[in-house]
């Protein structure tokens, strides 16, 4: 619509401005509908929806050599939600959120983070230069055990705590790309068997059986 300006009458002038904040709004609604499609609204870090979306365009669109995909889970949280209530519960999954949101990296490329489901969070690092995965992997359960949130129901730590799988993806394939997520969970699933409170990186191939390499 034409700017009110453009008019001599007041009717026409008073009708144009109203059809521009009409638009102006649906414009507004429309952008803010897209950010909750796409976001998770307790801790307002993308979804699922936008992980898949921000992913595959690391590998079709910006054609990144390395990527690094970590699945996180915090320790034993069900216990943390059964003692300490929901309320609590959320402000954990939120400081958590803001934990993994606020660790740089330096690898000279893109990072995501995502709420995965529940308690489970994932971060995809992405770059053309080889990222150093296992430092990653580090930093983010030593971040998150520097909160000192107190979980003292934990039968492994006296805080909240993370278990993180980690898979190094050389030259990513978009047909690969729900592997990536099996092998980053079977890394996940070792490193929580191995103990709680750490990481497990291994290399991604095609061929399900990996090289395993352990902190």
Same mark, same amino acid.
């Given at each position: 619509m034409p700017h009110e300006g453009t008019f001599i009458s007041k009717e026409m002038k008073a009708f144009s401005r109203t059809i521009n904040q009409i638009v102006t709004e649906l414009e507004t609604s429309r952008a803010e509908l897209k950010w909750q499609s796409e976001h998770d609204p307790l801790t307002r870090i993308a979804n699922r929806r936008r992980l898949e979306k921000v992913f595959k365009s690391y590998i079709t669109r910006y054609k990144f050599r390395y990527i690094t995909l %970590? @699945? !996180?889970? !915090?320790?034993? *949280?069900? @216990? %943390?939600?059964d003692n300490y209530g929901h309320l609590d519960g959320d402000k954990a999954l939120k400081a958590v959120a803001e934990c @993994? /949101?606020? @660790? =740089?990296f330096d690898g000279c490329g893109e990072k995501l983070v995502a709420r995965f489901g529940g /308690? =489970? *969070?994932c971060v995809v690092l992405a770059s053309d230069m080889e990222i150093d995965s296992e430092l990653y992997g580090e930093k983010l359960v030593n971040a998150v055990e520097l909160m000192h949130i107190v979980h003292q129901f934990s039968p492994s730590n006296n805080v909240l705590s993370i278990s993180v799988g980690g898979v190094e993806i050389d030259t990513p394939k978009l047909n690969d790309y729900l592997d990536f997520y099996h092998a980053a969970d079977r890394a996940l699933y070792s490193a929580k068997a191995q103990g709680r409170g750490r990481y497990l990186v291994q290399k991604f191939q095609a061929n399900p059986k990996t090289q395993l390499s352990v902190q």
């Open positions: %970590f @699945l !996180i889970d !915090i320790d034993h *949280f069900k @216990l %943390f939600n @993994l /949101e606020s @660790l =740089e /308690e =489970e *969070f």
